[in-house]
């Protein structure tokens, strides 16, 4: 069985984009019964040298939507940061970036598929396929974002578990 770009893509990004809105929304109903704010959320770290939650939202906003934006480009463009802003305007990143992905054609993003394209961290130059890019550092980079905003989330007392962060399973049908 072969699997195409796109299905080792978007719909792999969704999953956990749905999943991060869940738990979003369990956080703000934590805050609604306990008498807390949810913007208190937006700059707590899991530790101090470790960026704060509301950078953890934007990282997994941005590297599926630049991710790809990169494989259909061949181009990689730096996000701007949106810094601390309404725990609101975190959940609305998120419900942006989900909607953005389920607007995507699988016959679209498929032709993405083999493209070449480079990033320039400091000195370092690093050579992809589209495929690469989004494997090897978009998802490791999405995924370390989630987890360190769900943790930041647990930490705090939000009621979520593992499987709030797993979100809907793409399974076979039995």
């Not at 369990?26 to 509301?54: N, W, Y």
């Not at 939507?65 to 494989?71: D, F, I, T, W």
């Not at 953005?100 to 000195?123: C, M």
């Amino acid at each position: 069985m072969s699997v195409s770009f796109y299905d080792l893509s978007v719909p792999t990004f969704l999953q956990t984009v749905r999943a991060l809105r869940g738990v979003l929304d369990r956080a703000v109903e934590h805050c609604a019964q306990t008498g807390r704010s949810p913007d208190d959320f937006v700059k707590m770290r899991l530790i101090d040298d470790m960026m704060p939650f509301h950078f953890q939202i934007e990282g997994a906003y941005h590297h599926p939507l630049l991710g790809l934006e990169a494989a259909r480009t061949g181009a990689i463009t730096p996000p701007a940061l949106a810094g601390p802003v309404p725990f609101r305007e975190l959940q609305a990143m998120m419900a942006k970036a989900q909607s953005a992905l389920e607007a995507l054609v699988p016959d679209e993003v498929n032709s993405w598929a083999g493209k070449h394209l480079d990033l320039q961290i400091g000195p370092r130059k690093l050579a992809f396929t589209s495929e690469m890019f989004i494997l090897s550092f978009s998802m490791p980079n999405f995924y370390f974002h989630v987890v360190t905003a769900y943790d930041i989330l647990r930490m705090q007392g939000v009621p979520i578990g593992k499987r709030d962060y797993e979100g809907q399973l793409r399974t076979r049908p039995i």
